[in-house]
């Protein structure tokens, strides 16, 4: 009996070690035979999230950069306005200017 065992456990443990050899590394299993592509999938997966941060980081960099560059001026003649360089008459009428008011001509006279 134990050496019918342990016949079985060799044949066992030999089976066990040529079938990756025999078969390749990916066998025949409970998913089929031969080689699958699902493995591929993983990889495609990480590249597409990857990719969809880069794209919406990007996206949204390129939206504040226009944002703060649009308000540049702004901030500049409010700090000036704050730091009393230029009285509430000339920030209104520069505020205007740089908020492009089509009620004025270039000239500041209302039509």
């Given amino acids: ?6 016949a079985t456990f060799a044949v066992q443990s030999a089976q066990l070690l040529a079938d990756p050899v ?7 299993g409970p998913w089929g035979t031969g080689f699958s592509p699902w493995f591929l999938l993983f990889p495609l997966f990480w590249i597409l999230v990857i990719g969809l941060f880069i794209f919406f980081a990007r996206r949204t960099w390129r939206r504040n950069h226009e944002w703060a560059t649009a308000r540049g001026g702004e901030s500049v003649l409010r700090e000036r306005y704050a730091r009393g360089e ?26």
């Fill in 1 to 6: 009996m134990t050496s019918s065992l342990a």
């Fill in 22 to 28: 025999a078969h390749g590394p990916w066998g025949t």
């Fill in 86 to 111: 230029i009285d509430e008459t000339e920030y209104r009428q520069r505020l205007e200017v740089l908020g492009g008011d089509s009620s004025g001509d270039s000239r500041g006279n209302r039509r």
